[in-house]
Nanobody
Framework: QVQLVESGGGLVQAGGSLRLSCVVS????????MGWYRQAPGKERELVAT???????NYADSMKGRFTISGDLVKNTVNLQMNSLKPEDTAVYYC??????????????WGQGTQVTVSS
């Protein structure tokens, strides 16, 4: 069974930084893409950033220049460095991966989420 475990959330003042980490465990054949999403109260879940096994990254416009995604998809890990945090960044942040568990089977997986709270 594939499990994603996030860490690194917490409370920070506006302008501060946090680093989120995610590790995928279980029977994994390969992971082509991992990413972070977030969901604020009363809002839909939205993309934060993704990274591919080839190292290509993609960011939501509001995170560009402030957030940096990194990872090693061979080692099944992804990180999110968040700088210049704003109160509107307050949300539950979810790790996501699209994983092949065999050569013929793949699925989308989510972590349990980690709370990030930015105070003004």
């Amino acid at each position: 069974q594939v499990q994603l475990v996030e860490s690194g959330g917490g409370l920070v003042q506006a302008g501060g930084s946090l680093r989120l980490s995610c590790v995928v465990s279980g029977r994994i054949y390969s992971i082509p893409v991992m990413g972070w999403y977030r969901q604020a109260p009363g809002k839909e879940r939205e993309l934060v950033a993704t990274i591919s096994s080839g190292g290509s990254t993609n960011y939501a416009d509001s995170m560009k220049g402030r957030f940096t995604i990194s990872g090693d998809l061979v080692k099944n890990t992804v990180n999110l460095q968040m700088n210049s945090l704003k109160p509107e960044d307050t949300a539950v942040y979810y790790c996501n991966c699209h994983a092949w568990t065999t050569r013929w089977s793949n699925s989308n997986y989510w972590g349990q989420g980690t709370q990030v709270t930015v105070s003004s």
